[in-house]
């Protein structure tokens, strides 16, 4: 994954690797060190390596993955929002669906910040 592929290009490679499970792969490769997430209105996280542990968490927590895919994908310049839509089993069996927003902006082939939009009360039980 190169630094001088554009934004769009970037992109699409996220959204490839993430699509494939690679969530992980994607995370090492395309984000920051100094990479600043937030999920809706929480506190946000910063630096690459207290991110990752968030991300394994997430990908820990999942038994089975049914649904993974980019809606919608916009890019503007050096922002991106992504419209993931996403359906799995968690480790306790219980099947969960919802719609999710990914602000991303990135510098330097890399995200820098990462915002993630999604109403926790419409989780739907599958």
Do not use: C
């Not at 996280?45 to 991110?51: C, P, S």
């Amino acid at each position: 994954m190169s630094n001088t592929a554009s934004v769009s290009e970037l992109v699409s490679q996220l959204v490839a690797h993430v699509s494939q499970g690679k969530i992980l792969e994607a995370y090492d490769a395309l984000y920051a060190e100094n990479v600043v997430m937030q999920e809706n209105n929480n506190p946000p996280t910063v630096g690459k390596a207290a991110n990752r542990v968030r991300e394994e968490q997430f990908v820990g927590s999942v038994k089975e993955v049914h649904v993974n895919r980019a809606a919608k994908v916009l890019v503007d310049g050096n922002k991106a929002v992504i419209e993931w839509v996403l359906e799995f089993t968690n480790q306790d069996g219980v099947r969960l669906k919802f719609d999710q927003i990914a602000l991303q902006t990135w510098e330097n082939g890399q995200i820098t910040e990462e915002r993630f939009f999604y109403d926790s009360g419409s989780l739907v039980q599958g």
